[in-house]
């Protein structure tokens, strides 16, 4: 089978390319050259041009026509018009800004995503932002060109290479012996994120089903999700290390925001139910096996400290402010008042049995 994967050598593609490969395909990549990788095998067609220059790319790619396109890279839009009559299978990869609200979680009422959000969900509208726009409406466009389609919509995606490492931040303050890191709000908050090799293996899942994916729309992601305070724990165990984990209010934990990465802690949990039931996808690498390669490879290549990673991550590693700011809290919490509780002091309710409780069960067990 001819198949021609555009993009191909981001942190998903080598996984995609050589999962087609085992399957037996003849894979042309095309893509801008720029980044070559050498888990791709010399086997493989490159053809360079500019994904995202609709002129372009159909200069390069001429008359040829495939039976497999698989878009993972450049403007989706201009590629759905471009494969009209060129391929017989369209798989293309968009994200969850197309979700209403993903972007701006005040687009609901109240604020923050049903949990969890299924691929029905509304997306965003001219109301919206510009971009969570251009993608829902990309998505639009493109089942009207290529009704028998197949999209991926991709969550935040980490592993090795990503451009914006979500785990960075907690890694080089690590790397930097801090003694103490800030989270907000608990770190409770949930994001449904998918590791590299989780969402290729998606992806190869809609390559193998094709009747039951043509023209579908499947949310890609791991199985499971760490909250923000469980990613902080998990890495600092990967990597040996003790710190004092600081909780404070979302409104004072300015350090706090490069991972939360939205304007409030509500959570952006997606649902994969339609993922794992039609196309039978499971994990193929646990999520904290993932974020412990994340971590490593993290470790053995470190972003430039002030270079373009960390400009996209928007963390100025302001340690002399993060002590003044904990140094400030920790005096709040030592000046909290001691509460007289007249009437007793607030429970767990009598429904709750574990530790903490008013209501202890019986010591025998059945």
């Known amino acids: 089978m001819s198949t021609l994967v555009i993009g191909g050598t981001g942190p998903t593609g080598p996984f995609v390319v050589n999962g087609l490969l085992e399957r037996g395909h003849d894979v042309t990549i095309c893509h801008t050259g720029n980044h070559e990788v050498d888990e791709i095998p010399p086997s493989v067609e490159h053809v360079h041009t500019d994904p995202f220059d609709a002129e372009a790319l159909t200069a390069a790619l001429g008359d040829r026509t495939f039976d497999l396109v698989v878009a993972m890279y450049g403007r989706l839009r201009s590629i759905a018009e471009i494969m009209v009559g060129r391929t017989g299978r369209l798989i293309t990869v968009g994200g969850f800004p197309a979700l209403r609200g993903y972007m701006d979680p005040d687009r609901w009422h109240p604020p923050g995503l049903p949990v969890p959000t299924r691929e029905d969900s509304p997306t965003a509208t001219e109301d919206d932002d510009a971009k ?190 993060e002590d003044r700011l904990v140094a400030w809290w920790r005096t709040v919490l030592d000046d909290a008042p001691l509460l007289d509780w007249a009437r007793g002091e607030p429970g767990l309710t009598a429904g709750y049995r574990g530790r903490g409780t008013s209501n202890p069960p019986k010591p025998h067990r059945v």
């Open 132 to 321: 969570s726009h251009r993608v829902a409406r990309t998505e639009q466009v493109l089942f009207e060109l290529h009704p028998g389609a197949t999209h991926f919509r991709y969550p935040y995606v980490y592993g090795p290479r990503q451009l914006v490492p979500r785990e960075w931040p907690i890694v080089r303050r690590i790397l930097d012996r801090r003694p103490v890191i800030v989270i907000p709000d608990g770190g409770l908050t949930l994001r449904t994120v998918g590791y590299v090799e989780n969402l290729a293996h998606a992806l190869l899942l809609g390559v193998d089903h094709p009747e039951a994916a043509a023209g579908q729309v499947f949310h890609a992601a791991d199985e499971t999700s760490l909250t923000l305070g469980q990613t902080v724990d998990v890495i600092a165990e990967i990597l040996d290390h003790e710190w004092d984990v600081v909780s404070m209010p979302w409104e004072l934990a300015a350090p706090a925001r490069p991972l939360v990465q939205q304007p409030r802690t509500t959570h952006r949990m997606v649902s994969t139910d339609k993922l794992r039931h039609v196309l039978g996808y499971r994990d193929v690498v646990p999520v904290t096996e993932a974020l412990e390669r994340s971590v490593r490879w993290l470790v053995d290549n470190p972003p430039e400290p002030g270079g373009d990673i960390e400009r996209r991550i928007e963390d100025p590693f302001d340690y002399a402010a």
